[in-house]
């Protein structure tokens, strides 16, 4: 049986989603003799592969960059998992939405700025006006919540799409599997 594709993606989180997902530990080398990782802030790949079998996004979708990145990736990956309440529902980052993109950067880079009050225009890519989840974008395929989902919950769905038996994602989360 050849090898399934594995990228993961960081959008707008913490990383503690891709914390929980190394707390696999030594579940992660029974894991690799299935999938090969092609993309991941774990490996040093630069550009999203053209055929990914699973992908696992992390974090909402706060900026412009963030949006292209999960169009790409659905574009580009035939099973999507949302893992994680930011990428799930906008979680802490959608916390800014009733404020506004603009008085959260003033207040970070104006206001508590002791040298240098500037907002910065070049490295902070563009913030979209509301921080939205990745399925208000693209199509999800499954939906991993959890703040952050567990090591066991990542390591029955992913062993449940890998080997095609039935995924019940709510059993997954509903007792902290």
């Known amino acids: 049986m050849s090898k399934l594709s594995l990228a993961t993606v960081w959008l707008d989180g913490c990383s503690g ?3 929980s997902f190394l707390d696999l530990d ?8 299935h999938v090969d990782v092609v993309y991941s802030p774990l490996v ?13 996004v992390e974090g909402a979708v706060a900026s412009v ?9 659905r ?3 035939k099973t999507l998992i949302a893992m994680g309440d930011c990428a799930v529902t906008g979680n802490v980052p959608s916390m800014r939405n009733p404020i506004g ?11 508590n700025a002791s040298t240098q009050q500037q907002i910065p225009c070049v490295v902070v890519p563009k913030l979209l006006k509301i921080v939205r989840p990745i399925h208000e974008f693209v199509k999800v395929d499954v939906y991993l919540p959890g703040c952050p989902p567990s090591a066991n919950t990542f390591h029955s769905a992913l062993m449940a799409l890998i080997t095609g038996q039935p995924l019940d994602v709510s059993a997954l989360t509903r007792f902290g599997a």
Do not use: N, S
């Not at 030594?26 to 003799?33: G, H, Q």
């Not at 993109?101 to 206001?111: F, G, S, T």
């Open 26 to 33: 030594e579940r992660l080398l029974a894991l690799a003799e």
């Open 44 to 56: 040093d790949a630069k550009v999203f592969p053209d055929d990914v079998d699973i992908a696992l």
């Open 75 to 77: 574009a580009h990956t």
């Open 101 to 111: 993109p603009d008085p959260i950067l003033e207040r970070a880079y104006l206001q």
């Open 65 to 73: 960059d963030d949006e292209k990145k999960i169009r790409e990736i």
């Open 17 to 19: 989603c891709h914390m």
